[in-house]
């Protein structure tokens, strides 16, 4: 008597199991589950944290770590052998390092662009209003070192302007110039739109005008050495969805196109 | 050239005259260092003064103090302490130097201050390379070279082994002598005050004991260490005409004694040792026990225990007469005109 | 006379401990593209951070002796209220980690510091992204080192010779550099070097403070860790330099370490 009651309370399981497809995004019937690493570019750490959040709220068996840092940085790490499940780049030129030396898994695909902005402090002392401001006397500027995109990026801006500026720094990436900026150790940084927006009421934006401004490309991709292709791909498919778009969007991110 | 030490911890107090060198003798732990380095202004005082031709160096009433650097002293200290990494010449060069003698010139009395002890030839040699006696030469060298009006040395040749000692004390006397100023030595060893000083003064716990020169102070020792070093039989005690009353009632017959408080000197060779209560005129007869006996060189030297513990000396033909082992009943004999008296 | 065989656990476990030392050195060496070395080690960029780093180091050092000496005299001779907490607080850059004293050196001397924010609007001087701001940064990481080593120093020697200098006349100044000085000149000598040593090896309160710019703040320890991404030759081999220098520091000073003989 008692087998078939087990019988049936296993078959009702598993029926249940079955029919129990997760709701809004995930296009796989099976749920995920294990962990996974989230190699990103500096600039995406507040987006991505909240990307990160929901993704797990609707898939409560995965874990994703993050590993925010400059983008060259990253690349080093994950060929040097860290253990990477996702890596998304603030530009191609990093992007096409990886691929090309064979660390990446499928085609890397563009989910966001972003525009740069000029970063000071709250109430902008030195009355930066441009990108020419930058080179006026007693204005403490810093940049991003120039493997870094938005270094990369800045420079071309300030080319393309006609500035002749020396920064008096060259960080690692665009966070510690913002908080260099928040701390008052410098007066003025280029950074993302993005960044002046996670920074909220600590600095103050400046826009560039968009004949000067430079446009980020993002692409992101499943890194080949992975061990959680599944929740690799799943979190990839979340940020190019409509869902993932939009949050990006409200971070201050450009679309993918 | 007067020394003047006012009490201090240590309860001193003594003037040194011209003309004089002071030996500070006592047994070890007496504070003869710590008064020398007092002098010398190294230790604080609790209380005194000391002033060197009449003037202040230090005094505690008025608040007056000259640090060690300024006083016009000589210290030449127990272990010599040359500056290891300087060469002979400029160790004894350094006071110079310290006091304003330009380079040239301190070199040059260097030299001969080097030269006045011996040790030319070993200008440029560091301290690590000469032996005990030649570092003591360079050491007084170095004390004497700035010309100060104070000599100060703490136990000048306890470094040295006994046979060196000898010929150095020699040196170091005729270098004594041709120095102008106050001289104030310190050593547990008699033979050594006596050799060097003319004046001793005897120290014990702190306290000054007796003073006076060696002769003075062999001959009419005021305390049991002096009367050890000197090897006398010393006693204390109330004189009444011709006899000495000692602390504990034996009474001792003494020609000599009149009234007042007395030393009472018995030395060893006075008394005799019988195996039987002798019969006879002196007057002091009185029995014990032999409870070391010691023999050094051509002579015994008998601990009697008893009644008034007294060493005698005698011969190792009269020992051997006598057939005395240790622990054996003897009596002695002393006459009272061979115990010395004088005032306490 | 037999000689005393070592236990065959003391030596494998000491074994153990060499090798987690020295493969990652073998490596280094192995690794580095030593064809590539010359031309590695005389490109501008690499030259900058090497002349910067031996400047720095130097001036560091320098000034770990002006200040780190007096210092030392007073915690081994002075007896004042406070001092052992004085001391721990000129010790403590030893066991922070360097970006906490970067951190540390910006609340004070950065632009908005409590010191910086005044040398700012009264002399319009601002340390950070600054070579004088390295040297302060290398200076704060490296010269506990001293101070340590020379109050060791000055603990352990004979003061009696001081007494003997002061009854020969000499003022406390003429005791100090021509008896206590001299005396002490292994310590001196071995804390010097063990300063600049630290001091050129200083990464994370330089970046943090001094921030990065060849030929201005971007010592070699930085160099290496930005060529890292860009040129990982280079990297190796100027990673082989300051092992180098560090080697024959360490093995320079190994009497004073375990004592000469």
Known sequence: MRTRILALGAAAMFVAACGNTTAATSSSPAPLSGSASVFAAASLTAAFNALGASFRSTNPGATLTFNFAGTPTLVTQIEQGAPADVFASADTTNMDKLKGDGFTAGDPKVFARNKLEIVVAPGNPKGINSLADLAKPGVIYISEGPTVPAGKYSLQALRMAGVKVTPKSLETDVKSVVTKIELGEADAGIVYATDVTAAGSKVQGVAIPDADNVIATYPIVAVKASKNMAVANAFITYVRSTEGQTKLQSFGFLSAS | MRLTLGPLELDMSFAIEEGEVVALLGPNGAGKTTLLRAVAGLVPFRSGHVRLDGKVLEDTATREYVPTERRPIGFVFQDYLLFPHLNVLDNVAFGLRARGVARKAAVEMASEWLDRVGLKSYAGAKPAELSGGQRQRVALARALAPDPRLLLLDEPLAALDVTTRAEVRRDLKHHLDSFEGVRLLVTHDPLEAMALADRLIVMERGRLVQTGSAAEVTERPRSQYVADLVGVNLLRGEADHGSVRLADGHVVAAAGAESGGVFAVVHPRAIALYRARPEGSPRNVWPGRASSIELLDNRVRVRIAGEVPLVAEVTPAALKELNLVEGGQVWLSFKSTDVGVYPA | ?261
């Open chain 3, 1 to 261: 006379m037999r000689r005393e065989r070592a236990p065959i656990v003391i030596v494998v476990l000491a074994a153990i401990g060499a090798a987690f030392f020295i493969l990652p050195l073998v490596g280094l060496v192995v690794r580095s593209p030593w064809p590539d070395a010359i031309t590695e080690l005389t490109a501008p960029e690499t030259v900058e951070a090497l002349k910067l780093s031996l400047v720095a180091s130097l001036s560091a050092t320098a000034i770990g002796l002006l200040l780190g000496v007096p210092l030392a005299w007073l915690y081994a001779r002075v007896q004042f209220p406070g001092r052992d907490l004085l001391r721990a607080m000129t010790t403590l850059p030893m066991v922070l980690p360097p970006v906490v004293g970067g951190i540390a050196l910006l609340l004070a001397f950065g632009r908005r510091g409590l010191i910086g924010a005044w040398l700012d609007s009264t002399f319009g001087i601002t340390l950070p992204f600054t070579t004088t701001g390295v040297v302060m940064a290398e200076t704060f990481v490296a010269m506990p080192f001293l101070i340590l080593t020379v109050e060791a120093g000055l603990r352990s020697m004979d003061r009696r010779y001081e007494e003997a200098a002061r009854a020969l006349g000499a003022n406390r100044w003429r005791v100090f550099t021509r008896v206590t000085l001299p005396l002490i000149r292994p310590s001196l000598f071995a804390g010097a070097v063990l300063c600049w040593a630290r001091a050129l090896g200083e990464f994370g309160a330089t970046i943090t403070f001094a921030g990065n710019f060849p030929g201005v703040t971007q010592t070699t320890p930085l160099a290496v860790y930005l060529l890292l991404e860009t040129n990982p030759e280079a990297s190796f081999i100027l990673s082989l330099v300051l092992l180098l220098v560090s080697l024959v520091v360490l093995v320079g000073l190994k009497d004073r370490w375990l004592g000469s003989a």
